[in-house]
T-cell receptor
Framework: AQTVTQSQPEMSVQEAETVTLSCTYD???????LFWYKQPPSRQMILVIR??????QNATENRFSVNFQKAAKSFSLKISDSQLGDTAMYFC????????????FGKGTKLSVKP | DSGVTQTPKHLITATGQRVTLRCSPR?????VYWYQQSLDQGLQFLIH???????AKGNILERFSAQQFPDLHSELNLSSLELGDSALYFC?????????????FGSGTQLSVL
């Protein structure tokens, strides 16, 4: 069975600095998809970034980028120029290619951005 | 705003009761997914509908059922409620069948069973 592990329950960062959130996963699949979702205090789940396992290039969305290490089964999220609005729970998620919309989530990392 | 609408935002009910949660997907999306977020289980996939047909089931209890209507909105029915069913229930939608797709989530329905 696939599992997703986020080893940092809580992290904090100063505004304008860079922070990296860790995620590892376990799978025997070769093709799959990885996601980071953000859940601010409003509770809404917001998609941050998506990565396809068969693509070597790391995905980037503005200040958010990932470091995808397929052999190590690692998928970390880097947030540059942290802003107060980045304060949220961040969830790493895994989707197998033959499942339809079945995301397996990690337990989350609570990120606090301090002024 | 993701474009996915869930109602109601909050629901308080008693054990043994039945409730219905409603979801309207983003315009143009054919798939609807239901997820449950609880403190002890985290985020769990419940069920997926595509264009009115059930496509996949996850950790959904037999007391729970769902359907997707011709206008593509979906309802999640929870019956014989227990204290442990208290959770945040999310609906999400995507354009196609969900294979590798981005899922867009609504803001959830917070269910409290007393």
């Amino acid at each position: 069975a696939q599992t997703v592990t986020q080893s940092q329950p809580e992290m904090s960062v100063q505004e304008a600095e860079t922070v990296t959130l860790s995620c590892t996963y376990d799978t025997s699949e070769n093709n799959y998809y990885l996601f980071w979702y953000k859940q601010p205090p409003s509770r809404q789940m917001i998609l941050v970034i998506r990565q396809e396992a068969y693509k070597q290039q790391n995905a980037t969305e503005n200040r958010f980028s990932v470091n995808f290490q397929k052999a190590a089964k690692s998928f970390s999220l880097k947030i540059s120029d942290s802003q107060l609005g980045d304060t949220a729970m961040y969830f790493c998620a895994f989707m197998k290619p033959r499942t339809q919309g079945n995301l397996i989530f990690g337990k989350g990392t609570k990120l606090s951005v301090k002024p | 705003d993701s474009g996915v609408t869930q109602t109601p935002k909050h629901l308080i009910t008693a054990t043994g009761q039945r409730v219905t949660l409603r979801c309207s997907p983003r315009s143009g999306d054919l798939s609807v997914y239901w997820y449950q977020q609880s403190l002890d289980q985290g985020l769990q996939f419940l069920i997926h509908y595509y264009n009115g047909e059930e496509r996949a089931k996850g950790n959904i209890l037999e007391r729970f059922s769902a359907q997707q209507f011709p206008d593509l909105h979906s309802e999640l029915n929870l019956s014989s409620l227990e204290l442990g069913d208290s959770a945040l229930y999310f609906c999400a939608s995507s354009v196609g069948t969900g294979l590798g797709e981005k899922l867009f989530f609504g803001s959830g329905t917070q269910l409290s069973v007393l």
